[in-house]
């Protein structure tokens, strides 16, 4: 991402998806379909979709709701509290790049008196899971210690890694780097964790050049967010994969998984 990255947010919404289902405690003798009307919507970052006019950089909201038309449709469920969730787990699993999503699921005439029941999620109560990586050879420890602190701005640190040295892999003549990643929970979008994250490196002093792999005061990357592989380099640092399955196994990488 760019120094002059601005992302380009749009929403998009689908409303009154209107479906049948049994929802209840069920006795298949006596229970009949009842109506269930769902909407959702989320943003993203639409620039690249609008620059290209292609429909392959573009979240596919019709995909999105044709999977949960299949999954809802003529299915059973308990609680539309249940319902809500598994279809905000999946329109979240659609994609990294998918934020701020809504979810409202309702049931007409559930109870007497009342027109409506329903529950709604909205991904701003929510938080996000991400794995950020942290690296230096330019007075590590002491950087380190303040690249922690401001990561608490970003959210709640859940877990970290030791701290390890390693050498240089690419430019070879510059002293090690100290390396290590944290598990954080946040409120914040990918883009704008990035963006955060960017903003902290250039607090610490961090200066870029054409030299990528220059000697650097800190480096915060994000690795994973909310299960997916964000930095696709990871395979050339394997310590990064390490990281990884230490702080989210159910993620567990390795070199062979990566090249696919």
């Known amino acids: ?8 947010l749009s929403t998009v919404r689908v ?8 929802i209840g405690f069920i006795d298949w003798e006596t229970e009949k379909l009842q109506d269930v009307i769902i909407s959702y919507s989320f943003k993203y970052d639409t620039a690249l979709a609008c620059e290209t006019d292609n429909v392959q950089n573009a979240v596919d909201y019709k995909k999105i709701t044709k999977e949960i038309i299949d999954f809802v449709d003529h299915k059973s469920f308990h609680l539309i509290e249940t319902l809500a969730e598994k279809i905000y787990a999946f329109i979240q699993s659609s994609g990294a790049e998918i934020q701020e999503i809504q979810v409202k699921v309702e049931k007409p005439h559930a109870l007497r008196f009342a027109d409506n029941v329903l529950v709604k999620i909205d991904g701003k109560d929510r938080y996000n899971t991400a794995v950020i ?14 690249a922690l602190s401001h990561l608490q701005e970003v959210g709640f640190m859940m877990q970290r890694t030791s701290f390890i040295k390693t050498k240089a892999l690419k430019f070879e003549e510059q002293p090690e780097f100290l390396n290590g990643a944290v598990l954080i929970n946040t409120r914040k979008s990918l883009p704008g964790l990035k963006m955060h994250l960017k903003q902290i490196e250039a607090m610490l002093g961090r200066v870029r050049t054409e030299n990528k792999n220059a000697p650097r005061e800190i480096d915060l990357d994000v690795l994973t967010y909310n299960g997916f592989l964000i930095d696709k380099d990871i395979e050339e640092l394997p310590f990064l994969i390490g990281f990884v399955q230490q702080l989210e196994p159910e993620i567990a990488l390795n070199n062979s998984e990566l090249k696919k």
């Open 1 to 8: 991402m760019g120094a002059l990255y601005h992302p380009k």
């Open 15 to 22: 409303e009154n998806l209107r479906l049948r289902a049994f």
């Open 133 to 146: 990586a942290l690296g230096s050879n330019i007075d590590s420890e002491q950087n380190f210690s303040k």
